[in-house]
């Protein structure tokens, strides 16, 4: 970690409040998310275990599980890191400060409501897009305000060379709002007919969990992984390839080979798939060459469990969950694999092993710097690398090795049960590591409100001298 | 640990030795030409390109109509028991054997064994009121106009599946003989009882 | 060589493109369809659900099934049977034909050329068109699930995950009410090794009046409440089961054809009654 690194003040001071107030949530939703999930898992161990508690049905744990991660942590957690990337690559302070704090808030208000609405029965019936209406109107408002404050801060940047890990996160902040309003608006507002909507969901879900978080995930690793190795990017142009490339194949995946729509959706998703090796095969090599080539500064860098080891895990997991979807194009494989536990499997790594995992690193990194002080458990940081780490490897393990089983089973049960019930381990270690996470967090925000109460009472208390300075 | 000379915009401006120009490997063009070539001749196989109708396993519209199957007897019988199971189970039961108080059996009735088959397309067209024996058992129900909606050659399936099921046995009925019989009696009243039954000549 | 306008222009691009393809032409491609013949018939399909089923989807979708069902069936492939419907008037050189012919699982080619030689020889033949793979090997269905399955559906729900077994045809399969109902309320009752948990809470438990409720469940032993309580199914439930009942999958369609089974056979016992 790099405290010595010379920051502008300003940065830290105009973005503080703006972070604690998505972080805060975040760390919350990711607790709750998992705690839900974990819940959800108990469903293996024993079936009845609910039966009497609608709110409690399984279809419903699993979406509340669902979007919680995603939704509450995911989302809100990396606009608060792109947020301080952009005020850090500008070279300035945050623009417009006061406006994330809000949309934080009207954020989680946001989760909230979309999270009760699941649970008492009110969702749109749509995967990765349960969230009532009326929670989707919230979450893009704060989405937009967040944007605006964000792009600000880049129009206003000091130096004006665009870096790459600008490319990745500019992609990013344009394309949600694109695909979280179709999706709304073809899906729920005025929802188009038959099994289009199908089609549109697969769109939305692949570009959202597939492509935002790739663009997120990777711009932060472009910008976090030369510093912490101690040596510049490996080829930026090859790196550019990379990028382009990514974002014309990739948005082209994610429809189900055996899905009932004509031949030509999943064929064409097909294709895509082939073609995602040549920016996966770029973006590896960009990686492996910035992370094993020889430091600027003569010392191997280490990780010791710190953020380092989190990006440099989290980019590994990005690379294996590719590896795990380029498969499901194939016609064969993914016809039947493709309605298993193999493509929970996927999306875990993909939201858990990967982005969680990345956005988590950041948080560890940037916080010290912007709050000014340091963790208050270090030691944390460390445990929930390994939590994490081993909860992802597991439950990603025994849902893929369980789906497999399964499919190649006639679909029977049976043959996947065991796995599952070993995947709660997993899920309960995440939850061990997504606590600690919290408890950094929380902790941190209270020490901060302390001290900030303490230099207001020392205003405050001497009545003599304020009185002398008025008159 | 990093030292404060290498600042965030010191990746960009490494460049590889090769000098100027965009330096990404010529390999990796060449890779991405060859799986866009695999890639499009998968799609150009397999997509159907863009048909509407065309769904794995079938891979052209040319391949899916030669897999259409053939109207031949089995499908004319198939197409009269869908018919019958949305139409006529109702009453006369999904193994033709009636119901007390809806409808007269139709496996082993006399009037649809019988030799001619003008009676059997007309009731349908027509309806049936009043008192009916079949099979020796005397039922007053009314029938309403219930194939008068339906095609001929739906009409025809149907009355066939019904002579050539549960027992029956009796002559397949063309879609001809419905269209011929449909014009002939066209804007006649509901036929009445045994005796308007009767009165049809065969 | 990169500026912020080139990115977005470039990202632009890349999400149009996208969106062009899997979400406009879909559009217009399924989001207009409207019903269609069923195959060598007059008949529509799909017809609109009832009123009750209409409900049920809501109640399917309330409840997440879609988390462990899905109602999609996949087919392998496709194979054609040469039926021998008539031996015409010379009988023994269409059997000796048929000794040396193999008949079924063939491809298109191959039937069309036997059923040729068959009629060649004076016989009759028809050409069947069976759909092969999984789901169909199964038993869940007579052939892939299409487009038009979900013409009337809103939310569609395909699902993504197979915990459970596939549904779209399961009102063909398991086409009773009461079974349904008696499998939401105590699945391991209807099926014995089931996994699903059960939906106790669509259920009434209440004493039983001056006459028992005609729509109590009828509960094996085990599973029953306790004596002098019956068991009945809400509103959630019943529509629930006409939803399943209602999914029916099951008639060919020009582009998942397929040759129906012939009519039923005769059950000569019940007709002669």
Same mark, same amino acid.
């Given at each position: 970690?790099?405290?010595?690194?010379?920051?502008?003040?300003?940065?830290?001071?105009?973005?503080?409040?703006?972070?604690?107030?998505?972080?805060?949530?975040?760390?919350?939703?990711?607790?709750?998310?998992?705690?839900?999930?974990?819940?959800?898992?108990?469903?293996?161990?024993?079936?009845?275990?609910?039966?009497?508690?609608?709110?409690?049905?399984?279809?419903?744990?699993?979406?509340?599980?669902?979007?919680?991660?995603?939704?509450?942590?995911?989302?809100?957690?990396?606009?608060?890191?792109?947020?301080?990337?952009?005020?850090?690559?500008?070279?300035?302070?945050?623009?417009?400060?006061?406006?994330?704090?809000?949309?934080?808030?009207?954020?989680?208000?946001?989760?909230?409501?979309?999270?009760?609405?699941?649970?008492?029965?009110?969702?749109?019936?749509?995967?990765?897009?349960?969230?009532?209406?009326?929670?989707?109107?919230?979450?893009?408002?704060?989405?937009?305000?967040?944007?605006?404050?964000?792009?600000?801060?880049?129009?206003?940047?000091?130096?004006?060379?665009?870096?790459?890990?600008?490319?990745?996160?500019?992609?990013?902040?344009?394309?949600?709002?694109?695909?979280?309003?179709?999706?709304?608006?073809?899906?729920?507002?005025?929802?188009?007919?038959?099994?289009?909507?199908?089609?549109?969901?697969?769109?939305?879900?692949?570009?959202?969990?597939?492509?935002?978080?790739?663009?997120?995930?990777?711009?932060?690793?472009?910008?976090?992984?030369?510093?912490?190795?101690?040596?510049?990017?490996?080829?930026?142009?090859?790196?550019?390839?990379?990028?382009?490339?990514?974002?014309?194949?990739?948005?082209?995946?994610?429809?189900?080979?055996?899905?009932?729509?004509?031949?030509?959706?999943?064929?064409?998703?097909?294709?895509?798939?082939?073609?995602?090796?040549?920016?996966?095969?770029?973006?590896?090599?960009?990686?492996?060459?910035?992370?094993?080539?020889?430091?600027?500064?003569?010392?191997?860098?280490?990780?010791?469990?710190?953020?380092?080891?989190?990006?440099?895990?989290?980019?590994?997991?990005?690379?294996?969950?590719?590896?795990?979807?380029?498969?499901?194009?194939?016609?064969?494989?993914?016809?039947?694999?493709?309605?298993?536990?193999?493509?929970?499997?996927?999306?875990?790594?993909?939201?858990?092993?990967?982005?969680?995992?990345?956005?988590?690193?950041?948080?560890?990194?940037?916080?010290?710097?912007?709050?000014?002080?340091?963790?208050?458990?270090?030691?944390?940081?460390?445990?929930?690398?390994?939590?994490?780490?081993?909860?992802?490897?597991?439950?990603?393990?025994?849902?893929?090795?369980?789906?497999?089983?399964?499919?190649?089973?006639?679909?029977?049960?049976?043959?996947?049960?065991?796995?599952?019930?070993?995947?709660?381990?997993?899920?309960?270690?995440?939850?061990?590591?997504?606590?600690?996470?919290?408890?950094?967090?929380?902790?941190?925000?209270?020490?901060?409100?302390?001290?900030?109460?303490?230099?207001?009472?020392?205003?405050?208390?001497?009545?003599?001298?304020?009185?002398?300075?008025?008159? | 640990?990093?030292?404060?000379?290498?600042?965030?915009?010191?990746?960009?401006?490494?460049?590889?030795?090769?000098?100027?120009?965009?330096?990404?490997?010529?390999?990796?063009?060449?890779?991405?030409?060859?799986?866009?070539?695999?890639?499009?001749?998968?799609?150009?196989?397999?997509?159907?390109?863009?048909?509407?109708?065309?769904?794995?396993?079938?891979?052209?519209?040319?391949?899916?109509?030669?897999?259409?199957?053939?109207?031949?007897?089995?499908?004319?019988?198939?197409?009269?028991?869908?018919?019958?199971?949305?139409?006529?189970?109702?009453?006369?039961?999904?193994?033709?054997?009636?119901?007390?108080?809806?409808?007269?059996?139709?496996?082993?009735?006399?009037?649809?064994?019988?030799?001619?088959?003008?009676?059997?397309?007309?009731?349908?067209?027509?309806?049936?009121?009043?008192?009916?024996?079949?099979?020796?058992?005397?039922?007053?129900?009314?029938?309403?106009?219930?194939?008068?909606?339906?095609?001929?050659?739906?009409?025809?399936?149907?009355?066939?599946?019904?002579?050539?099921?549960?027992?029956?046995?009796?002559?397949?009925?063309?879609?001809?003989?419905?269209?011929?019989?449909?014009?002939?009696?066209?804007?006649?009243?509901?036929?009445?009882?045994?005796?308007?039954?009767?009165?049809?000549?065969? | 060589?990169?500026?912020?306008?080139?990115?977005?222009?470039?990202?632009?691009?890349?999400?149009?493109?996208?969106?062009?393809?899997?979400?406009?032409?879909?559009?217009?491609?399924?989001?207009?369809?409207?019903?269609?013949?069923?195959?060598?018939?007059?008949?529509?399909?799909?017809?609109?659900?009832?009123?009750?089923?209409?409900?049920?989807?809501?109640?399917?979708?309330?409840?997440?099934?879609?988390?462990?069902?899905?109602?999609?069936?996949?087919?392998?492939?496709?194979?054609?049977?040469?039926?021998?419907?008539?031996?015409?008037?010379?009988?023994?050189?269409?059997?000796?034909?048929?000794?040396?012919?193999?008949?079924?699982?063939?491809?298109?080619?191959?039937?069309?050329?036997?059923?040729?030689?068959?009629?060649?020889?004076?016989?009759?033949?028809?050409?069947?068109?069976?759909?092969? /793979?999984? *789901?169909? $090997?199964?038993?869940? @269905?007579?052939?892939? +699930?299409? =487009?038009?399955?979900? !013409?009337?559906? &809103?939310?569609?729900?395909?699902?993504?995950?197979?915990? /459970?077994? *596939?549904? $779209?045809?399961?009102? @063909?399969?398991?086409? +009773?009410? =009461?079974?349904?109902? !008696?499998?939401? &309320?105590?699945?391991?009752?209807?099926?014995?090794?089931?996994?699903?948990?059960?939906?106790?809470?669509?259920?009434?438990?209440?004493?039983?009046?001056?006459?028992?409720?005609?729509?109590?469940?009828?509960?094996?032993?085990?599973?029953?409440?306790?004596?002098?309580?019956?068991?009945?199914?809400?509103?959630?439930?019943?529509?629930?089961?006409?939803?399943?009942?209602?999914?029916?999958?099951?008639?060919?369609?020009?582009?998942?054809?397929?040759?129906?089974?012939?009519?039923?056979?005769?059950?000569?016992?019940?007709?002669?009654?």
């Amino acid at each position: 970690m790099n405290r010595n690194e010379k920051i502008d003040p300003a940065i830290g001071d105009t973005c503080r409040v703006p972070l604690l107030a998505l972080f805060g949530g975040a760390a919350l939703w990711l607790v709750v998310g998992l705690a839900i999930e974990l819940a959800a898992s108990l469903t293996f161990h024993n079936p009845s275990m609910f039966a009497d508690h609608s709110w409690l049905a399984y279809g419903r744990l699993q979406a509340a599980a669902n979007d919680a991660v995603l939704y509450g942590f995911c989302i809100p957690a990396a606009l608060g890191v792109i947020l301080w990337v952009f005020a850090r690559l500008s070279e300035s302070e945050l623009v417009l400060p006061l406006v994330p704090v809000l949309a934080a808030n009207i954020w989680h208000l946001g989760v909230l409501v979309g999270l009760v609405a699941i649970f008492i029965g009110d969702t749109t019936g749509f995967q990765w897009l349960e969230f009532p209406r009326g929670a989707s109107v919230l979450l893009f408002s704060a989405y937009m305000l967040i944007a605006i404050s964000a792009m600000a801060t880049f129009g206003a940047r000091r130096e004006r060379k665009l870096q790459p890990a600008h490319w990745f996160l500019l992609a990013a902040l344009v394309w949600f709002p694109w695909i979280y309003t179709t999706a709304n608006i073809f899906l729920v507002a005025w929802p188009v007919r038959g099994v289009a909507q199908a089609v549109i969901d697969w769109w939305f879900t692949n570009n959202l969990i597939f492509v935002w978080f790739a663009l997120v995930g990777l711009g932060l690793a472009f910008y976090f992984l030369p510093k912490f190795a101690g040596r510049p990017l490996h080829n930026p142009d090859l790196a550019l390839f990379g990028f382009v490339t990514f974002i014309l194949f990739s948005t082209w995946c994610g429809i189900p080979q055996g899905a009932p729509v004509p031949a030509w959706l999943p064929a064409a998703s097909t294709f895509a798939s082939v073609l995602m090796l040549i920016p996966i095969f770029s973006l590896l090599t960009v990686f492996a060459r910035t992370v094993t080539g020889p430091s600027l500064t003569g010392t191997k860098p280490q990780c010791k469990g710190g953020p380092f080891c989190y990006i440099k895990f989290g980019t590994t997991a990005f690379i294996l969950a590719t590896l795990m979807l380029l498969p499901l194009g194939c016609p064969h494989f993914g016809s039947w694999a493709g309605i298993t536990w193999y493509v929970q499997a996927q999306s875990s790594l993909q939201i858990l092993g990967f982005f969680t995992i990345v956005i988590c690193g950041a948080i560890y990194e940037l916080m010290p710097s912007v709050m000014g002080m340091e963790w208050p458990f270090p030691k944390f940081v460390r445990f929930q690398h390994w939590a994490f780490m081993a909860g992802a490897v597991l439950l990603v393990l025994m849902l893929a090795i369980g789906g497999l089983a399964q499919g190649m089973n006639d679909y029977n049960f049976q043959s996947a049960l065991p796995f599952l019930r070993f995947s709660t381990l997993g899920l309960f270690l995440l939850l061990l590591g997504s606590l600690m996470f919290a408890a950094n967090i929380f902790v941190m925000t209270i020490k901060w409100n302390l001290a900030l109460a303490k230099g207001f009472i020392a205003i405050v208390r001497p009545p003599v001298k304020l009185q002398e300075v008025k008159s | 640990m990093m030292s404060d000379d290498l600042k965030e915009h010191s990746p960009a401006t490494e460049k590889p030795s090769s000098g100027d120009g965009f330096a990404v490997p010529v390999w990796i063009f060449c890779v991405a030409l060859l799986l866009l070539f695999l890639g499009g001749v998968y799609f150009d196989e397999y997509s159907g390109w863009f048909n509407a109708q065309v769904y794995a396993p079938y891979t052209d519209a040319n391949e899916l109509e030669s897999y259409q199957p053939v109207s031949g007897a089995a499908a004319i019988l198939a197409q009269g028991k869908h018919t019958y199971d949305t139409i006529c189970t109702a009453c006369h039961g999904p193994d033709g054997s009636g119901k007390p108080g809806q409808a007269p059996p139709l496996a082993g009735s006399e009037w649809v064994n019988a030799a001619g088959h003008q009676r059997l397309v007309e009731i349908p067209q027509l309806g049936l009121n009043g008192q009916v024996t079949v099979e020796g058992q005397s039922w007053n129900l009314s029938m309403a106009a219930m194939g008068a909606g339906l095609s001929d050659s739906d009409l025809a399936a149907v009355l066939t599946y019904v002579r050539s099921s549960w027992g029956n046995k009796g002559d397949a009925i063309s879609s001809d003989d419905v269209k011929t019989i449909r014009g002939s009696i066209a804007g006649h009243p509901a036929i009445a009882g045994d005796a308007g039954l009767k009165a049809i000549k065969e | 060589m990169t500026s912020s306008c080139r990115i977005f222009l470039v990202s632009f691009i890349a999400l149009g493109l996208s969106w062009g393809g899997f979400v406009l032409a879909p559009m217009e491609q399924l989001g207009t369809q409207k019903q269609t013949d069923v195959l060598n018939s007059s008949q529509t399909y799909p017809l609109q659900r009832t009123g009750d089923a209409t409900l049920g989807l809501q109640v399917y979708r309330r409840y997440g099934c879609a988390a462990c069902h899905t109602t999609q069936l996949q087919q392998g492939g496709v194979s054609c049977d040469v039926v021998v419907t008539g031996m015409g008037k010379n009988p023994t050189a269409v059997s000796n034909l048929l000794s040396s012919l193999s008949l079924k699982n063939l491809d298109k080619d191959d039937a069309q050329s036997a059923s040729d030689q068959i009629t060649g020889a004076g016989g009759k033949t028809e050409i069947h068109i069976i759909p092969t /793979g999984g *789901d169909v $090997a199964r038993g869940w @269905g007579a052939r892939r +699930s299409v =487009s038009e399955d979900f !013409l009337w559906d &809103y939310p569609v729900q395909l699902g993504s995950l197979r915990m /459970g077994p *596939d549904l $779209a045809n399961v009102g @063909g399969r398991l086409g +009773s009410f =009461s079974w349904q109902l !008696l499998h939401l &309320y105590a699945p391991q009752a209807a099926a014995k090794d089931s996994a699903m948990p059960p939906f106790r809470f669509m259920f009434l438990v209440q004493k039983i009046g001056a006459t028992p409720s005609p729509d109590a469940l009828q509960l094996p032993a085990g599973f029953g409440p306790p004596s002098g309580f019956e068991v009945v199914p809400s509103n959630a439930a019943r529509n629930l089961a006409a939803y399943l009942l209602s999914l029916h999958a099951d008639v060919p369609l020009h582009d998942a054809p397929f040759t129906m089974a012939a009519a039923a056979p005769a059950p000569t016992a019940q007709a002669k009654k």
